[in-house]
């Protein structure tokens, strides 16, 4: 059992709060931390592997500091985000030198790149190895000595989407051997996939917490705004109204369109079309105008 | 305190194709011109003591020491290559200790044995001059690698910082400044050169034992205070 608690963790630059007052737990399985880009993933991940010192607050692993603290590496894998990795090394002289720092040999080394399935391209220099090939060796590296605690950085940007079965196949047999496992994403599905636990992080703060369900929720259920051009607006819009599921409608005439604003996703969308032609209006645009990922994001930090 | 994997990780890194390119050019550069200083002049012990000293000692081995020094380090922390390192049960100081003895054995290499071939071709070692250049190249190849390793810990620029400070201080302010002279790891070096050879071909500016004192200092300082920035090294800053 490897637990990782994170405790009023605060982590500032200058003037700029990268992860402001983050208190969680992350224990054994797969946790997903889900956030957009620059909502300080990165910093918090850092702090989690000993990278970076927290402002305020702590991070251990079961209760050992993990900043300045060597040892704590016996216990942690790390895949960093960053692409730079002794390019100048074959796979597994790359992997193997990881073994030796552990003060383990020829055999763990091997056996990690058996894990990630790169004993075919082992003796390539890495400089040849594309995006996958490159994340693979670096599982490989953090796999080398058995930790109990596995921290990856975004570890599917840029795989093509049968390398990201294969990590994910990988990271899930991983959690269900017990282990710890934490991995950031920018992206909902990606997490959905693969964990059952996900911490979202918005602008620095923790934004929710629980199981994808409860998350894809209050990421479904948020009130939704969309822009419609129809033949008769107006028309549209009294209809609409009359249902429960649209909360509000507003009509722009300056863009010539209506502002719809939804409160139920899925009875809305059905309804939207039905109306229309039922009246025997033709509609000409449906566009969701706060789908980014950035306002979904935000709407979880209100909530 | 020496670990292995971390020499050949650093060796390998400092040995690749194009830097041990620039790593020979100067060697090379310095032996031709001795054969071609030999083959017009003749055996002349002031010149062979002048190219040895104003050459090989005062620019070259400096700036062998700048590649090798600040390269042992400076490009893993660069592009964050150093977290393997990092994420290791490994202490810090056992990593610095490490590239130190690999960054000091490279600027040997590059510049001590040449000086001694050069020394060899101009003179023969009369007077001891070969002798005298090459353990005084030996003696500063110890601090350059020493500085020029804690430079690599501080800043993204440390090529630059490190070659400023082997042309612009101990070349230029050097012969112009005497103070500087002081604090010149070349006249440190040349000073312990002054005792092998026992004669006034080769002469410093400092007394051996200032410059032993100093050459210590500097070295174990500059190793202490590398130990302590990787400590604190963090890699944060892509966000």
Redesign the interface.
Known sequence: MTTLTIDHVSRW?GNVV?VNDITMTIGPGVTGLLGPN?A?K??LI?MM?G???PSTGTVTLDGEPTW?N?????H?G?V???E???D??TGREFVL??A????LGPKAADRALATVEMEYAQDRKISTYSKGMRQRVKMA?ALVHDPSLLLLDEPFNGMDPRQRMQLMDLLRRMGDEGRTVLFSSHILEEVEQLAAHIEVIVAGRHAASGDFRRIRRLMTDRPHRYLVRSSDDRALAAALIADPSTSGIEVDLAEGALRVQAVDFGRFTALLPKVAREHGIRLLTVSPSDESLESVFSYLVAA | MY????A??TY??LL?RRRALILGVLPVLLIVISLAVRSFSGADDQVASDLLGGFALATMVPIIGVIAGTGAIGPEID???V??????????PTIIFTKLIVAIAVTMAFSAVPTFVAGMILNGNGQQIAVAYTVAALVASIAYAAMFLLLGTVTRHAVVFGLVYALVWEALFGSLVSGARTLSVQQWALAVGHKVTGGDIVTSDVSLPTATVLLVVVTVLATWYAGQRL?????????
């Open positions: 630059f990268a620059g300080g990165s910093t850092n592997g990278f970076l010192a300045r060597e040892d704590i590496y016996r942690i790390i960093p985000e960053r730079a990795m002794y100048f090394l030198a990881n030796e720092l552990h003060g590296s | 670990d292995p994997t971390v050949r990780l390998r890194g690749g592009d964050g290559s977290v393997y390192l990092l994420a290791k049960p490994l202490k810090r400590r604190s090294l963090t890699l944060a800053g892509e966000e």
